[in-house]
Structures are given as structure tokens and as C-alpha cells.
């Protein structure tokens, strides 16, 4: 598979976190795109059919439903329509997150301050999560530290309290493996620029059925309709299933390309991916001599803690190795296309830090 990913036969490529490397297949389905563009001129049905696989294909990475499974162009998109469909109101206007969630997460719940909320930031949810509590909002893996925070436990401890669980998988999705029945979470989000190797453009928002009708978002768009062919501007009907999170066009180009993004996730095989993972960032963690600032449980992000973290990044790119920074430290990420060499380069470029 590595050989499917042509950065590798110039590079060490460590950023998966900030967006997966380019395959020879998402370059395919995007010249794929432009040739039935060109020949077909509109060909709205084999674009539909596109973003349905899609839409199956990333609930089969989850286990859901793909009806349970939205279409959106960003997670923001889907965590919008989410926010703007809960009321904030009644005796529960609660929203808890955690210390660790990335920013657009953050800024949309505080967003709805406005409107009623109560946003608190916390490690102790055991204590935070009450009565009032309408949302917890979580993510798996931190994208600032790479530690992955304990979602089944968090989410029982919201459940029990009548609370609503959103989670955030951009940061897990494609190399942790995920069920969305299992960790027992009402919606869950995740986008294709990371670890699903497609590219900006294409995100999928899951809703747990039970829960679907009793949401009415005001951030919405006609492909979130019960009947989009209606063409119906004098009245606001959702679809009865996840596709009211939904908004405008679906983005076609980036379909394409996140189709064949996951097709390569799941062909590789999540499990597989995982225990390769493991593998890689224990290596890096017990190879180098600074300071690792993820804890054990993590995902496939690892940060280690250097001076000059903008600087060291600069440094290791003019070596080759591809990486990125947060806070103080560089952030070194795996997949499936990675192996021992590419640890062995991020040791060796870490060593002239």
C-alpha cells in the first residue's frame, strides 16, 4: 500500500493529523471527475450514486446505517446544524467539552451562548455532567496532544444523566476502530482531509435514528430536504433521516476524491491500521530521549516536547521528515503507509533539534 503514496519515495511523511498524503487513487477519482464532467456534462444521477457510496462507505467505517449518515462539506457544517437544531431554553442548556477540543468544536457551542447555553470546558466530566446537562461534547484523540480521552465511560456517565453525546472522531477516524453502537454515541462527526486520505471539502455527520425527528435545524440547505426535487421554496420539511443535517450541493469533486480515500481505509483494515500504529508511535516514544507529552493511551498522534517547536519542524522538513507543531511540542502522526524507516528518519532528524 505504502507504494501507492508517491511523497514517500521523496519524503518522510509524519502529518497525517493535518491532512493525509495524496494517493495515486484520490489523484485518479479526482481526473476521474473532470473526464465525466467533460463527457456526460451533467451527470447528476452518477453524482448522486457517488455520494452514496461515500455515505455507505463511511458508515461501514463507523457501523451505522448509512441513512443514519449525512453528507456535509466540513464537520463544522454538521456540528452547526446539530447546534442550531437544539434548544437551549428549558431546565437543560448545559454543554460540556472537554479541556482538549479543537477549536471549531469550541467556537460553535460558544456560539450558542447567545441563545441560552452554558458552555464549561472540563477534565472531571464525572462531576461537570448533571441534570442540566443538554450535550456533552468530546473528542477522541486531541489533535493538540494526541491523548485519547475515555468516550465509552464519558458517555455512560452522560446517559445516565439524561445528557446527549456528540463525538468528534476527525482525529480517530481511519485508524481507530469505531462503533457507533458500541461506544453507545448519539452523533458522531468526521472529516476526509486526515486519516480517511481524501481531501478539504467532504465530511459525514452520524445521528443515532432514535433521535433524528426530534431535531429541527435552522442551519439547513435543500439537499436537507424530505423531498429536494420538490423545489419547494414556500416550506421547511427535514428529512426524516440523518440527511437533515445535510445543506446545499454536495460537494462532487471532493466525493469522489473521499470515495476513494476510504475505500483505501478500509481495504487496509482499521484493526490492522491500529495495531500498526501502536507499533510505531511506542517506537518513536521509546526511541527518543525528550520528553513525550502523550500519554499512553493515545491515538496514531504522538507529541514531543522540544525548545522551539516552529523552528524544529523547519528543521526536520529540510531533512525530509514531514511533521507539524502545536503548543510546545512537534506533533509526529502514523498510518497505515508508514513503517520502522520512518521512525528510524524522525529519530535521527530529532537528534540535530
Not at 57 to 69: I, M, R, S
Request: overall charge negative.
Amino acid at each position: 500500500m505504502r507504494s501507492r503514496f508517491p511523497i514517500f519515495s521523496r519524503l518522510t511523511y509524519l502529518n497525517s493529523c493535518s491532512h493525509g498524503a495524496l494517493s495515486i487513487d484520490v489523484r485518479e477519482a479526482y481526473e476521474q471527475y473532470v473526464r465525466d464532467w467533460e463527457a456526460l456534462g451533467s451527470p447528476w444521477e452518477l453524482w448522486d450514486e457517488k455520494t452514496n457510496q461515500a455515505r455507505a462507505a463511511f458508515a461501514e467505517l463507523v457501523g451505522a446505517e448509512p441513512l443514519d449518515v449525512a453528507v456535509t462539506t466540513s464537520l463544522s457544517a454538521g456540528v452547526s446544524a446539530l447546534a442550531s437544531g437544539l434548544r437551549f431554553d428549558g431546565p437543560r442548556s448545559k454543554v460540556v467539552l472537554s479541556e482538549v477540543e479543537f477549536p471549531t468544536v469550541g467556537q460553535i457551542w460558544h456560539a450558542q451562548e447567545d441563545r441560552g447555553a452554558r458552555v464549561v470546558h472540563t477534565r472531571d466530566f464525572e462531576s461537570e455532567i448533571d441534570e442540566e446537562t443538554l450535550l456533552v461534547s468530546v473528542t477522541h484523540v486531541s489533535y493538540r496532544t494526541g491523548e485519547r480521552l475515555p468516550v465509552e465511560e464519558i458517555t455512560r456517565v452522560a446517559h445516565e444523566h439524561g445528557a446527549l453525546v456528540f463525538l468528534d472522531a476527525y482525529q480517530s477516524a481511519g485508524t481507530i476502530p469505531l462503533d457507533v453502537r458500541a461506544l453507545g454515541v448519539d452523533f458522531l462527526a468526521a472529516g476526509t482531509v486526515k486519516y480517511l486520505l481524501g481531501s478539504a471539502g467532504l465530511a459525514f455527520f452520524y445521528a443515532r435514528r432514535a433521535l433524528v425527528e426530534s431535531i429541527r435545524p435552522t442551519t439547513t440547505g435543500w439537499f436537507a430536504d424530505e423531498e429536494i426535487f420538490a423545489m419547494d421554496d414556500r416550506d421547511y420539511s427535514p428529512a426524516p433521516t440523518a440527511a437533515r443535517f445535510q445543506a446545499g450541493t454536495p460537494p462532487i469533486p471532493s466525493v469522489y476524491a473521499g470515495l476513494a480515500g476510504l475505500r483505501l481505509v478500509l481495504a487496509a483494515g482499521v484493526e490492522q491500521t491500529n495495531a500498526r500504529v501502536r507499533e510505531l508511535t511506542q517506537a518513536l516514544a521509546d526511541g527518543t530521549s525528550r520528553r513525550v507529552a502523550t500519554p499512553e493511551q493515545r491515538g496514531a498522534l504522538i507529541c514531543v516536547e522540544v525548545d522551539d517547536p516552529a523552528a524544529a519542524v523547519e528543521l526536520l522538513q529540510q531533512q525530509g521528515v514531514v511533521t507539524s507543531w502545536r503548543d510546545n511540542s512537534v506533533r509526529f502522526s502514523f498510518h497505515f503507509y508508514n513503517d520502522e524507516r520512518d521512525v528510524e528518519a524522525a529519530l535521527a532528524a530529532l537528534e540535530t533539534v
